[in-house]
Nanobody
Framework: QVQLVESGGGLVQAGDSLRLSCTAS????????MGWFRQAPGKERELVAA????????YYPDPVKGRFTISRDNAKNTVYLQMNSLKPEDTAVYYC?????????????????WGQGTQVTVSS
């Protein structure tokens, strides 16, 4: 099973940018679809971005579309989440996840391996 470690979280101001990284080990990274999720206090975990194993397919829900970009470097076993124009409501713990792929739209159940998370706090 693949192990995932996130990094890059921190405290930023509204309007700033931040890039998260997730490095994988123990599996064939290039065969996994990857996703970024977040969970704010008192709220359910939600998907913010997903990318296919090849990188050709990506998915973003409406709240982050146009602001967040997911990418991957299979040679470095790393997936990235570039977050621009951050808002206070983006504050959450961000998790990286690996899975076999998704159907119509990616869901939490499509991903079987999870990282420990990295905190992102956006101040107003």
């Amino acid at each position: 099973q693949v192990q995932l470690v996130e990094s890059g979280g921190g405290l930023v101001q509204a309007g700033d940018s931040l890039r998260l990284s997730c490095t994988a080990s123990g599996g064939t990274f290039s065969s996994y679809a990857m996703g970024w999720f977040r969970q704010a206090p008192g709220k359910e975990r939600e998907l913010v971005a997903a990318i296919s194993w090849s990188g050709y397919s990506t998915y973003y829900p409406d709240p982050v579309k146009g602001r967040f970009t997911i990418s991957r470097d299979n040679a470095k076993n790393t997936v990235y989440l570039q977050m621009n124009s951050l808002k206070p409501e983006d504050t959450a713990v961000y998790y990286c996840a690996a899975g076999e792929g998704w159907g119509a739209t990616p869901e939490s159940a499509d991903f079987g391996s999870w990282g420990q998370g990295t905190q992102v706090t956006v101040s107003s």
